[in-house]
């Protein structure tokens, strides 16, 4: 769910009170987070022995008894001291061992905000919990936050009058007790909906910026018509994660030879994006400007080029690409390929052995600072006609499954070999297909690249 549409769920439930109210925020809370369990309780003491009573209690959707449990070793018990909103996405037994209600029931995840009193005290616990990871929710904190501030007034308005009638106030003082709450509702309301606004103009303003960045980006990368011009066939594979990517391509013929890069830059997104273009003007002044095409020089020179477009004597060397270049001479029967690479192979399908042989990059990135840096070495390869090159980021190799498992260097050198009768253009979309089987129901965690060209 959206956090425009979880703020307007918020409004709408807003005029509720009570056992309904608390009963109506657990199930919102768990439809929004995607988790099993929810409860909101408050922290009572029996012989000097702290315990949650649980005030609403649901699981899937659904409304339970109420009963109370142990606070000491819980995750309850760690925002309680906190007094704040935290987030346990994995590994929940593992945190807190000694929860015996996580054991019991395999939980692995856990949402939970602290409830406070007028004074700003933590007194009790908005929770969720499962058994499975938790998901990513846009603004999380920030809507669980809202939820237990609402359900702490809501707590503190119950108690309020429970103590006006167990003193017999007269009836005229609970009916301005409970106008004056709906006043503060209405006020919350309002805020609300001045706050819903005012993200969705800040979406909107970010959306365009965004749009414009992924447009010139996009203008900067090499043409189709390019690769069809140089290759009997090819594939991209183009997958950003945040719609700008840190991932890009470059060709160029230079010297009546063909040179292509795949790069990896730090980071996603605009960040990444930023990367990219620097990484690209740099590749343009040194390969095409000044027609550098032998690749561990090029790779030094954009080494050197690149620290001194980034740092100064205030900033570290926490930036950089990974990226490996292919210079392609065409001869009669042959193909002389020199490789070289920072922290990314080579792969190549050589139809007359009929396998995926792996040539190995250096062992260094490009704009890392290290004390003893090994030059960048190149690899000279003569390929018959057909052969194929694969080059691409780490990101297909890395992305994770629903178990947390990478997808990984041998399986895809595993899925290449097996796939060779294949055209190219097929070949694409059987890697695109087995990349959507591995990632099901798991988010992509990093830009995607993967690019291919037969000689």
């Known amino acids: 769910m959206t956090t ?71 995750p309850c018990e760690k925002i309680i001291e906190r007094n704040n909103v935290s987030c346990f996405p994995d590994d929940l037994q593992g945190l807190f061992p000694d929860a015996i209600n996580a054991k019991k029931l395999q939980l692995n995840s856990f ?10 005290e933590a007194i009790g616990i908005l929770s969720m919990f499962d ?38 106030v007269q009836l005229l003082e609970q009916r301005e007790e409970i106008l004056n709450q709906r006043n503060l509702i209405e006020k ?47 594939f991209i594979i183009y997958e950003p994660k945040d719609i700008v990517s840190g991932d890009f391509f470059w060709a160029s013929t230079v010297k009546n030879r063909i040179i292509i890069v795949v790069a990896d830059c730090t980071g996603h997104g605009v960040p990444g994006a930023f990367m990219s273009m620097i990484g690209n003007t740099l590749l343009n002044k040194i390969i095409r400007e000044q027609e550098i095409v032998d690749p561990a020089k090029a790779l030094e020179l954009l080494d050197s080029e690149f620290k001194s477009s980034i740092y100064n004597k205030d900033t570290q060397g926490h930036y950089g690409m990974d990226l490996g270049i292919c210079v392609i001479e065409n001869d009669n029967n042959t193909r002389k390929i020199v490789f070289a690479g920072a922290k990314r192979p080579l792969y190549v399908f050589k139809p007359t052995e009929k396998i995926i042989e792996k040539y190995k990059s250096s062992r260094r990135s490009i704009g890392v600072v290290l004390k003893n840096e090994t030059a960048f070495e190149n690899t000279t390869l ?18 994770n499954n629903v178990r947390r498992k990478r997808f990984g260097e041998n399986n895809l050198i595993k899925l290449l070999t097996n796939i060779q009768e294949q055209p190219l253009s097929l070949q694409k979309n059987s890697i695109k297909k087995a990349l959507q089987e591995h990632m099901k129901n798991t988010e992509q965690r990093d830009d995607i690249l993967l690019l291919a060209v037969k000689l």
């Open 4 to 74: 425009d549409k979880t703020l307007k769920t918020i409004l709408e439930g807003m005029t509720l009170v009570g056992e309904v109210f608390m009963d109506s925020i657990i199930h919102q809370l768990t439809q929004t987070f995607d988790m099993r369990y929810g409860l909101a309780g408050k922290v009572v003491e029996k012989r000097g022995t702290k315990y949650i009573q649980t005030l609403s209690f649901s699981i899937n959707g659904q409304k339970q008894e109420n009963f109370s449990y142990l606070l000491a070793g819980t």
């Open 188 to 234: 919350q309301k309002e805020h609300l909906e001045e706050t819903l606004l005012r993200v969705r103009h800040q979406e909107q303003r970010i959306s365009k910026s965004i749009m414009s960045a992924q447009k010139i980006q996009e203008s900067i990368l090499p043409k189709e018509r390019l690769f069809s011009k140089l290759f009997q066939s090819y």
């Open 131 to 168: 058994e499975e990871p938790a998901k990513s929710v846009p603004d999380g904190e920030y809507i669980l936050s809202i939820f237990a501030a609402r359900l702490s007034a809501e707590i503190g308005r119950l108690e309020h009058f429970n103590s006006l009638k167990s003193k017999n």
């Open 382 to 399: 003569c390929l018959p006609p057909n052969s194929i090159l694969y080059m691409g980021s780490d990101g297909l190799e890395d992305q």
């Open 111 to 120: 949402w939970g905000g602290a409830i406070h009193n007028t004074k700003g």
